[in-house]
T-cell receptor, first 117, second 117 residues
């Protein structure tokens, strides 16, 4: 079974609108972290936002926020006021394993976001 | 500047000709890993290393070798490259400080585009 599922291969949004990118995950470990990365057409991987399984509040970083619904095992990325520069591939990823420090990061297949003027 | 440096950025080569992709980080990170990215598959881990002289297989290790003789370097070796190893490769590193592991994002290199003819 896939550990990270991103069901939207592609999304379109108009500039200045908000957009939600879906991510569901599968784990039986009570301790885990969820990450979102952005990959523009130039190829580099840019870390956007993090949510820990024990965090009481949803994570926010500027225009990025994470709609974390633990019972549903979802961690959707919300981008407010989209900009043309937000056009990119977005990856959701999860790390399990408590405080071992050594567990690996598992990625979803990504969602391509296109922002139009 | 904290960074992960991969070389080369682009390489076109032929089947069977041994090649090495170098990776170096200047953040004194214990954990390093290699991923390959293919369309529709997201990022899949090839190998990872928890510290010097400690390496382990990821999800897709066949056809690859790695070594970790120094903390800062983690080269990826393709002894006999084949066309199905044509891909975009990423090296990444992160800290494994206990108690903070869940919120430590991986720092990625800029990627290496390999084409095996």
């Amino acid at each position: 079974a896939q550990k990270i599922t991103q069901t939207q291969p592609g999304m379109f949004v108009q500039e200045k609108e908000a957009v939600t990118l879906d991510c569901t995950y599968d784990t039986s470990d009570p301790s885990y972290g969820l990450f979102w990365y952005k990959q523009p057409s130039s190829g580099e991987m840019i870390f956007l936002i993090y949510q820990g399984s024990y965090d009481q509040q949803n994570a926010t970083e500027g225009r990025y926020s994470l709609n974390f619904q633990k019972a549903r095992k979802s961690a959707n990325l919300v981008i407010s006021a989209s900009q043309l520069g937000d056009s990119a591939m977005y990856f959701c990823a999860m790390r399990e394993g408590g405080n071992s420090g050594y567990s690996t990061l598992t990625f979803g297949k990504g969602t391509m976001l296109l922002v139009s003027p | 500047e904290a960074q992960v440096t991969q070389n080369p950025r682009y390489l076109i080569t032929v089947t069977g000709k041994k090649l090495t992709v170098t990776c170096s980080q200047n953040m004194n990170h214990e954990y390093m890993s290699w991923y390959r990215q293919d369309p529709g598959l997201g990022l899949r881990q090839i190998y990872y290393s928890m510290n010097v002289e400690v390496t382990d297989k990821g999800d897709v290790p066949e056809g690859y070798k790695v070594s970790r003789k120094e903390k800062r370097n983690f080269p990826l070796i393709l002894e006999s490259p084949s066309p199905n190893q044509t891909s975009l490769y990423f090296c990444a590193s992160r800290s494994t400080h206990r108690g903070l592991f869940t919120n430590q994002p991986q720092h990625f290199g800029d990627g290496t585009r390999l084409s095996i003819l």
